[in-house]
């Protein structure tokens, strides 16, 4: 049985397979990129963002095609996923717009005099190793960036999402992006660790979990190659002061249940202070035992399925992990008992640091509450993790925000609104949740070549 292979997570059922590429395809693959690079970075910068823009204009055309794959694929409902498109769209028309002033030459003020000026350069073929909660977007801020800049990309999706890459490849050429600039590999993990060690590939950006990420990075360093990492997350969403409970509360539950709780950036852990938490604590258990579990394909379906029955056994280990050593079950608890990847949405109290929940990422639709007694406690325990992705403040006092987000330890911190992305802010995370950026002028800078050009006369 191949690896790359669509199982309907609303039925378990497997609709489709396809063949795992062979050493001399891979090889072929890479050959082809490496052929097409520097073709591609000689060509004008806007007509590298023409491509991109007619690129955007057919993930718009194909947009219901599209959403109904991964639909199919990982068990995104129907309006999640033509949202999705939107975010995607919006990206590659960002660096298209922008991606030829973020290449100008930088001036340097030299102090011996003469001139010196900095060159953003393509460095050659990237490899790309993508997962599946976001087939499309999470491919989109790895490619938009690099091709704008010149490089080529082989794209090795998650496996249980091969419909949604093959049909990202066609994109591509029938956009005009010429044959080699991108090329979707079905590799095996032992293929991509070839793939690392050869001279013509200049880097790696991988987008998952943890260990998949240590792997890659053991194997780039070996190889002198950089990588970029966006890894796990156990983001703390801090309740500290909300004249309107009724927002935060809607708020949470889209930052924690959106796309069923599988997101990186997702509002996994929420922190309340006392005066907060019992009024929180009831709004938002009701608000997710209202969520009607639901057809993805159905318009009006906030939550369908989980992407796997491993994601759900996995989920499933470490909530009853948490129930036997004494946390509290508000909603849910349980996987659903009918074919497929179904489970309930949840909401724990009482996780204590012998717990799988207490420093594990969960990866679905489980919301943990914890109850803090001041604003240094909330901090405290938002730090208190292994991760460092991104962070929620909901406070109306603005030199709070100010003074809470300075303490931090992530990357990124939203006021007043759940963990997010747009094309113009940059992404990504520090301690265990990796390293380097993604989206706004920062993605394009991560594979460039900061090429130094000195005139001493």
């Known amino acids: 049985m191949s690896t790359y292979r669509v199982v309907n997570p609303a039925t378990g059922e497997t609709e489709q397979e396809y063949p795992t590429a062979t050493d001399g395809e891979l090889r072929d693959a890479l050959a082809l990129a490496d052929d097409a690079q520097r073709a591609w970075a ?31 694929e990982m068990g995104k409902p129907v309006k999640q996923a033509l949202g999705e498109l939107r975010t995607v769209v919006s990206i590659y028309r960002y660096y298209a717009d922008r991606g030829e002033g973020f290449l100008e030459a930088e001036e340097l003020d030299v102090a011996s005099g003469g001139r010196a000026v900095i060159r953003k350069e393509a460095v050659g073929t990237l490899l790309g190793i993508m997962p599946w909660n976001f087939p499309y977007y999470q ?39 010429p044959k080699g600039a991108y090329v979707n590999i079905f590799a095996t993990n032992e293929q991509v660790e070839t793939l ?9 950006s991988l987008t998952g979990s943890e ?15 950089k990588v970029v990492l966006e890894l796990g997350g156990s983001d703390p969403y801090l309740i500290l002061g909300a004249s309107n409970m009724d927002q935060v509360v809607k708020d949470a539950l889209i930052g924690r249940m959106g796309n069923a709780g599988q997101a990186c950036n997702a509002a996994k852990r929420i922190i309340a202070l006392d005066e907060h938490y019992d009024g929180f604590s009831t709004a938002f258990t ?15 379906t906030f939550m369908g399925p989980l992407s796997s029955e491993k994601a759900v056994e996995t989920l499933d280990e470490q909530v009853q992990d948490a129930i036997s050593k004494g946390a509290t079950v508000l909603a849910g608890g349980k996987r659903i008992d009918r074919p497929g990847a179904w489970y309930e949405p949840t909401v724990l109290a009482g996780i204590t640091p012998d717990m799988r929940a207490y420093k594990e990422e969960l ?13 240094e406690e909330a901090v405290d325990f938002a730090n ?35 963990s997010g992305t747009e094309a113009e802010l940059p992404f990504g995370g520090v301690k265990r949740s990796g390293f380097g950026r993604e989206l706004g002028r920062f993605g394009m800078e ?3 070549n900061h090429k130094l050009v000195r005139l001493v006369r």
């Not at 491509?51 to 947009?63: G, S």
């Not at 060690?197 to 880097?203: K, L, N, T, Y």
């Not at 260990?211 to 190659?225: C, Q, T």
């Open 42 to 72: 000689a060509r004008p910068a806007a007509e590298r963002a023409e491509v991109l823009r007619r690129v955007a204009d057919l993930y718009e055309q194909r947009r219901d095609q599209l959403a109904a794959i991964i639909t199919r």
């Open 139 to 177: 491919v989109a801020r790895f490619a938009a960036p690099n091709l704008m800049l010149g490089n080529t990309v082989l794209l090795k999706h998650a496996p249980q999402c091969p419909e949604s890459a093959l049909a990202m490849e066609r994109l591509f050429l029938d956009a005009g992006l």
């Open 196 to 204: 690392i060690g050869d001279d013509r590939i200049h880097g790696v």
């Open 211 to 225: 260990r998949a990420g240590a792997a890659v990075a053991e194997i780039a360093g070996r190889n002198l190659k």
């Open 286 to 300: 009701d608000a997710v035992r209202s969520i009607t579990i639901g057809d993805p394909t159905d318009p009006d």
């Open 363 to 375: 990866f679905g639709p489980v919301a943990l509450l914890f109850k803090v007694g001041s604003e």
């Open 384 to 418: 208190n993790s292994p991760y460092g992705l991104s962070a929620s403040i909901q406070t109306d006092d603005d030199a709070q925000a100010e003074r809470v987000a300075q303490r931090l330890e992530t990357g990124m911190v939203f006021v007043g609104a759940p």
């Open 446 to 448: 991560e594979f460039a």
